[in-house]
């Protein structure tokens, strides 16, 4: 199969499963780099990071990310298009049929039954980043199997201090520091970046 023709239809059922904004396509974008191996789990940690530092939605972001590190700029067109194109089927054919269906409780029932998932989705998303990012937990999964195995990295601890102090060092300053909680996001996205670039520098991380 056609690398690209693979592109558009991992990212075609990415983006009519994932039902729950972007974060949820995360579980979905593990399980593609397990099976075609076009990006490791850490691979997918730096394009969230850079996703969520971009403007756009994520789960498009994410698509075009991937999309050009395996085919190119070709590639970043066709898996984004692969990722949008159930969204526009879907609202097409729901906004022909919300007038006539916006009271049945079979739709109503539908959507009660999609929220715990969506929330599952995100939730399960939520634990692989913190893991991946502030310890030394890797979490992969096998091809073929239902369920993610996790696995310490290396002999230096539990627990990644110079994430884990950032981390809370950020929390601190964006919820309870009078000057800084009102700043924009963008301020805290670059001050890490740097914070990362002068860590690696110099070995912390």
């Known amino acids: 199969m056609s690398v690209y023709i693979r592109l558009f239809w991992e990212f075609f059922k990415t983006g009519l499963f994932a039902i729950g904004g972007g974060m949820a396509t995360l579980p979905f974008l593990q399980d593609i780099g397990s099976k075609t191996g076009w ?17 756009g939605p994520i789960g498009i972001n994410m698509a075009t990310y ?17 990722e949008i194109t159930p969204s526009i089927i879907v609202i097409l054919i729901v906004a022909a049929m919300l007038k006539k269906f916006r009271d049945s409780k079979l739709v109503n029932s539908a959507f009660y039954g999609l929220r715990p998932a969506s929330t599952g989705l995100i939730g399960a998303a939520c634990v692989a980043v913190v893991l991946e990012v502030l310890t030394n937990i890797s979490v992969q999964s096998p091809e073929g199997s239902l369920f993610n195995i996790f696995a310490m990295e290396g002999q230096s601890g539990l627990l990644r201090w110079p994430g884990l102090l950032l981390a809370v060092v950020l929390f601190i300053f964006t919820n309870y520091v009078k000057p800084t909680k009102k700043l924009h996001p963008i301020v805290f996205i670059a001050v890490s970046a740097v914070v990362g670039v002068a860590a690696g520098y110099f070995g912390i991380l």
């Open 39 to 55: 990006y490791t789990y850490t691979d997918l940690m730096n394009m969230l990071a850079v996703s969520e530092s971009t403007p």
């Open 66 to 82: 991937v999309g050009f590190t395996v085919g190119g700029i070709p590639g970043a067109v066709i898996s984004t298009l692969g």
